[in-house]
């Protein structure tokens, strides 16, 4: 069998051609293989979260790539160096403080396996320059979107990057829930002094649904002077909500001032294309696979959010094992998102939508199809979007009129110019084809 060293660097190699430069220098480089004896291979890494991440996302990749080099299996096993802690002054907690565990975090919710669209790419760009910056600009962040629009995502990836760069500061994920119930607990028993030291002396404080804060004023009351402590120490905040502070009822206005001094960044429903990138990344994850026509129909059939359509791929390989077949089908997936889908709200079109669309289409900033601009780059897209309100949604020329402030004459005019190029124009008729289908997912 091949020296230790000799192996680990066969590994290296094969999985930094695997995986992403981001991912490899994160999780896969920092590894030290500490020895091989036998059948069994030891690897030490720095901290829990990277030993998690190891033994879950990245262990079969890793026995695969071993057994490769060593020319036989091997078993893997992980350890966690032993920090020093005397470090840093002595700030470093016991393993028992639940603060420096960590153990809220989720190793499988990573910027890696987030899947970045037009719907939520600042909120994205936001969470990593916290999780790498902390505390030097957007303190604090705030996300807030629907259910299931992946902020829980984003907030325990910026503390499991947070953790990962810098792993002698302490990090506390929670929900308002919690800290309410703690909060009245540490009353109870009468620790509000321990309740306050938990929450205050942490260099990063991620919060989850804090609207739920709104109803409860004591919690509120408390929750104002640990944000205070926190960012008058110049640490990191971040926090998510499914609605904007202005917005939250009950919710005390020096919050709102508090909540609104740094970055709010809002996460959106996905739209088409994104919904196609999350279900490839989804089925590429579990390492099974889909024909694309199957991805395709969850993608034009499940709109509202990312949990549902990893509930959508669930639901149809539930229904494979049902029947027992390792051949998906369209037929397959149809009959298993039938009752889901016929109960799914549609899409409100409107002519403010089909505007939208035509000026996504044509890269035009939006608003431009509502100017007096006629140049031919806004009126050709204008008179598009004309036909399309009359043929898409039956509007009258006087109702399309009001809505791009012309006269039912000119809107007469612009769908009979379009009607005409149409009949003789096969690109023309492709492009609207486009838009339609576009106006009909998203």
């Not at 709200?345 to 403010?352: F, G, L, S």
């Amino acid at each position: 069998m091949r020296e230790l060293n000799e192996v680990w660097d066969s590994v290296l190699k094969q999985m930094s051609e695997e995986i992403s430069s981001v991912s490899f220098e994160t999780w896969i480089k920092p590894v030290t293989p500490v020895s091989l004896d036998g059948n069994d291979i030891v690897l030490s890494v720095k901290s829990s979260l990277s030993k998690n991440m190891l033994m879950t996302k990245f262990r079969s990749m890793i026995e695969s790539c071993l057994e490769l080099a060593a020319g036989t299996s091997l078993t893997l096993n992980v350890v966690v160096e032993e920090e020093d802690k005397n470090s840093n002054n002595g700030n470093i907690e016991s393993e028992d403080d639940p603060i420096t565990r960590k153990s809220e975090l989720n190793p499988r919710y990573s910027f890696e396996n987030f899947v970045v669209g037009g719907n939520n790419n600042l909120a994205y760009g936001a969470a990593i320059a916290v999780a790498e910056t902390p505390g030097q600009k957007y303190n604090p962040l705030f996300l807030y979107g629907g259910s299931g629009l992946g902020k829980t995502h984003l907030l325990q990836a910026i503390g499991n990057r947070y953790s990962e760069l810098y792993p002698n500061r302490k990090v506390l994920y929670t929900t308002s829930e919690k800290f309410t119930y703690e909060l009245v607990t540490a009353i109870r028993e009468k620790t509000n002094q321990d309740f306050r030291n938990k929450y205050r002396n942490v260099d990063l404080l991620l919060v989850d649904d804090i609207q739920f804060l709104a109803t409860k004023e004591l919690a509120q009351e408390e929750f104002f002077h640990t944000f205070n402590a926190i960012y008058e120490a110049g640490n990191q905040i971040v926090l998510t909500s499914d609605r904007l502070p202005s917005e939250t009822p009950h919710l005390t206005d020096r919050l709102k001032g508090r909540f609104q001094m740094g970055l709010i960044a809002d996460v959106q429903p996905p739209d088409y294309e994104t919904r196609l990138a999350i279900l490839r990344a989804k089925i590429e994850d579990e390492y099974f696979t889909f024909d694309e026509e199957i991805i395709e129909y969850v993608a034009d059939n499940i709109r509202s959010n990312v949990r549902d359509l990893e509930g959508a791929v669930k639901r149809i390989l539930a229904y494979a094992g049902i029947e027992r077949t390792n051949t998906i089908s369209i037929e397959l997936a149809q009959k298993a998102l039938k009752e889901i889908i016929s109960t799914l709200p549609q899409r409100n079109i409107t002519t403010e939508v089909i505007i939208d669309e035509v000026e996504k289409y044509y890269h035009l900033p939006q608003g431009s199809l509502k100017t007096k601009k006629r140049s031919n780059d806004v009126a050709y897209p204008r008179h598009i979007a004309m036909y399309l309100a009359r043929e898409v949604l039956g509007e009258s020329y006087p109702q399309i009129g009001d809505v791009f402030g012309r006269d039912h004459s000119t809107v007469m005019s612009a769908v009979r110019k379009v009607k005409s190029n149409l009949s003789g124009d096969t690109e023309l008729a492709e492009k609207l084809q486009e838009l339609v289908d576009n106006i009909r997912k998203n």
